[in-house]
């Protein structure tokens, strides 16, 4: 069961790329929370929590380059709050392949809550910047 489910309603920025890659994401971190949940090997769950975060950390460096290009006002906390989802994903990625944490139901709720506050808090606020 999916953990997280894109709609234009609840997540949709308007901008284009920013849409298509949240998709993506949101199909990465189902994926991970369907192996984390579903009792998957830990080396599966290591490998897409691996892609997850690679992907997370191009998705913000691209959201980031286009705020700048367009001048975007609010750029220094909307990257404030990237660094800190980054930091605790790589804090979690170290002890989770240090086999210090487990990815369970907990993390991934964390970072749904993460999203569902990010995306219509920060994300739906540069649209009219980026499309102009």
């Keep these: 069961m999916a953990l997280i489910t894109w709609t234009a309603a609840q997540y949709g920025t308007n901008v284009g790329f920013a849409d298509?890659?949240?998709?993506?994401?949101?199909?990465?971190?189902?994926?991970?929370?369907?192996?984390?949940?579903?009792?998957?090997?830990?080396?599966?769950?290591?490998?897409?929590?691996d892609d997850l975060i690679a992907y997370v950390v191009d998705h913000f460096a691209h959201e980031e380059k286009e705020m700048i290009a367009k001048g975007y006002a609010g750029y220094d906390v909307h990257k404030a709050e990237h660094e800190a989802l980054i930091g605790i994903c790589a804090g979690l990625q170290t002890k989770f392949h240090?086999?210090?944490?487990?990815?369970?139901?907990?993390?991934?709720?964390l970072v749904k809550g993460w999203l569902d506050n990010h995306i219509p808090k920060f994300d739906m606020a540069y649209a009219d910047a980026l499309n102009s």
């Design 98 to 109: 240090a086999g210090e944490a487990e990815i369970n139901e907990e993390v991934g709720q």
């Design 20 to 49: 298509d890659e949240h998709k993506i994401l949101f199909g990465k971190l189902n994926n991970l929370y369907d192996l984390a949940t579903g009792g998957a090997a830990r080396p599966a769950i290591g490998a897409q929590l």
